[in-house]
């Protein structure tokens, strides 16, 4: 069982919702964004899912895009994230950390060499939005049988007939895309998420949280309340971009975690 299990199950037993929330490594520095991670479970979050970046990202709106650029600006690269992970984890070891990003970095760098580093860095589970279940052989039963949760992005646009391909190897929980779009470009509606939710959630038996269009704490609670959880990304780091401090950037976050676990 990996933490992000262990950590589903036992919001299970409380009868809560998860919420998760996404932050660039390495924005706007690697200092201030450790800073903000380290300060991420105290707000309330669940699951922090760290934005690996890359200088091409397919699903990312602008303020993702402009994260990952800042970020790769001060020299950040994915040693450098899997070591901003690492010096969480001599704080925390219980709090779930799911590498979020693209399929480049790991395949310079080696999928043996990328698995055994994030093993050692705790990390516990992958988004990797640019492989496709056709692509299972290439990162996700690698990173499977090393006991990493590999997490699968459904859409609006996946039907009946991909949903059973898109759920067979996914674990840990499925991220349901709210919109049919990039990241931060619209808002999620929970009268077209709910029926949504529970479709994913027959076919894959596993949590879905949902993600891309919550920005609020009402939001946050509207969707929470038709899923097992939300993921909040766009609004956090589009405060990090403003400049605002790792306190105030914590606070907001403390807003939108109390609206999730309101639900």
Avoid: W
């Avoid at 895009?65 to 450098?80: C, F, I, N, S, Y």
């Amino acid at each position: 069982m990996t933490r992000i299990d262990a950590k589903f199950a036992a919001l299970k037993s409380q009868g809560r919702k998860a919420f998760v929330s996404y932050i660039m490594a390495g924005d706007p520095d690697y200092d201030t964004s450790l800073e903000v991670m380290h300060g991420l479970p105290a707000a309330g979050v669940d699951v922090i899912e760290l934005g690996l970046p890359f200088t091409d990202p397919m699903a990312d709106g602008p303020t993702i895009q402009l994260a990952g650029q800042r970020a790769l600006d001060g020299g950040m690269t994915l040693r450098r994230t899997l070591q901003m992970a690492a010096a969480f984890r001599e704080a925390d070891d219980t709090t779930p950390i799911v590498l979020m990003g693209y399929y480049n970095p790991i395949y310079s760098m080696g999928v043996a060499a990328f698995l055994e580093a994030a093993k050692t860095a705790g990390i516990d589970g992958l988004i990797v939005v640019d492989l496709p279940p056709e692509e299972d052989e290439e990162l996700c039963l690698p990173a499977q049988a090393a006991g990493l949760n590999f997490i699968r992005l459904a859409t609006p646009t996946t039907d009946d007939k991909r949903l059973p391909r898109v759920a067979q190897n996914t674990s840990g929980f499925v991220y349901y895309v709210s919109i049919t779009g990039i990241t931060g470009s619209a808002e999620a509606e929970a009268t077209d998420v709910g029926p949504e939710v529970t479709r994913i959630q027959k076919a894959s038996g596993l949590p879905v949280i949902v993600g891309f269009g919550v920005n609020t704490p009402e939001k946050s609670r509207a969707i929470a309340g038709v899923a097992d959880g939300v993921v909040v990304g766009s609004a956090i780091v589009s405060r990090i971009a403003r400049g605002d401090s790792a306190a105030d950037v914590l606070a907001f976050v403390k807003t939108l975690s109390d609206g999730a676990h309101s639900a």
